[in-house]
């Protein structure tokens, strides 16, 4: 398989790629996913990270993943279009409204991510709990994941969130060590597959649950990615997703290279070969795409519902 990048490429790599464009659809689908997230005051990361898939999550698989604790986020990493400055105070009311969001678009499988909050103590684990157990009072069966920053490393804070035994626990790794201070900036490698391992550890059931993912396209090599699998393979992570990094702003990180479908199917075998349980590999995977599938595929065949 050819390397994944050119170490230094001279000029970008030009116009999308076919596999790249996206049909812009909308429908009753996604007015519905719409009128929930307007009308009850959320945000999703579906919006504040300009996703390509939003028309398809939003339009046909009526899914969205929201992100709580404001739309402010308290880091500078290169590849996000995230708010960036100081957050505004913790909104008390935002997992109620969570909870009824999800009531009202039938959800079984329900994705919460984040921003960064090192403003505060905990770095938001408090809020993520309350926001479980909202959305499971008021939605019994509903599966809860949830995409978790790095905590700075605060394990007591990470214990708030295992004690509500998310359904998945995602901490996405993004890229390779050699590039995590010019894409992560003050996130660290060691301390991501740490939060990880902890994950696995509070694990209650043979349910795989642990899932990270990366971004391909930032000026990695294939040897580096192997070696991430191995990696997250030895730390507990059972559910990966890697996809194309696409600068979502002319001012983010540069994009080296489009990654072909080949190579996203390749490294999908290398990746189960090295023993995760789920592999999602493709120009368009998210962490959150498709989340409602990773999940039967990997609990030998479970519903969702």
Same mark, same amino acid.
């Given at each position: 398989m050819p390397d994944l990048v050119r170490r230094r490429p001279p000029i970008p790599p030009g116009p999308r790629p076919p596999w790249l464009k996206v049909r812009l659809a909308t429908g009753e689908s996604y007015e519905a996913v719409r009128r929930q997230v307007v009308g009850r005051n959320l945000?999703?990361?579906? !919006?504040?990270?300009?996703?390509p898939n939003i028309f398809e999550c939003w339009g046909q698989h009526r899914t969205a993943t929201f992100m709580v604790l404001g739309d402010v986020c308290t880091r500078h990493c290169g590849f996000c279009s995230v708010r960036k400055g100081a957050p505004g105070a913790v909104d008390a009311g935002e997992p109620q409204r969570l909870a009824e969001a999800v009531a009202a678009l039938g959800l079984r499988h329900a994705v919460i991510t984040m921003v960064n909050r090192d403003d505060l103590a905990d770095g938001g684990a408090a809020h993520l709990a309350s926001?479980?157990?909202?959305?499971r009072r008021r939605n019994p069966g509903c599966r809860v994941e949830l995409l978790i920053s790095d905590l700075r490393g605060n394990w007591e804070a990470l214990a708030l969130v295992l004690d509500e035994a998310p359904d998945v626990l995602a901490h996405n790794t993004e890229t390779v060590p050699r590039l995590y201070q010019r894409v992560r900036g003050h996130c660290d490698y060691a301390t991501?597959?740490?939060?990880?391992?902890?994950?696995r550890a509070a694990r209650r059931s043979e349910v795989p649950m642990v899932k990270s993912g990366l971004m391909l396209g930032l000026g990695e090599t294939r040897e580096e990615l192997v070696a991430v699998f191995a990696d997250l393979v030895a730390s507990g992570c059972e559910i990966l997703t890697l996809g194309q990094y696409l600068p979502p702003t002319a001012k983010a990180l540069p994009l080296e290279r489009y990654v072909t479908p080949d190579e996203f199917a390749a490294l999908r075998? !290398?990746?189960?070969?090295?023993?995760?349980?789920?592999?999602?590999?493709?120009p368009l995977v998210r962490s959150s795409y498709h989340a409602h599938e990773h999940t039967p595929v990997a609990w030998r065949g479970a519903s969702v519902g």
């Open positions: 945000h999703t990361v579906c !919006e504040e990270a300009r996703c926001c479980t157990r909202a959305i991501t597959l740490a939060l990880l391992s902890r994950a075998e !290398e990746a189960l070969a090295l023993g995760f349980v789920h592999v999602e590999s493709g």
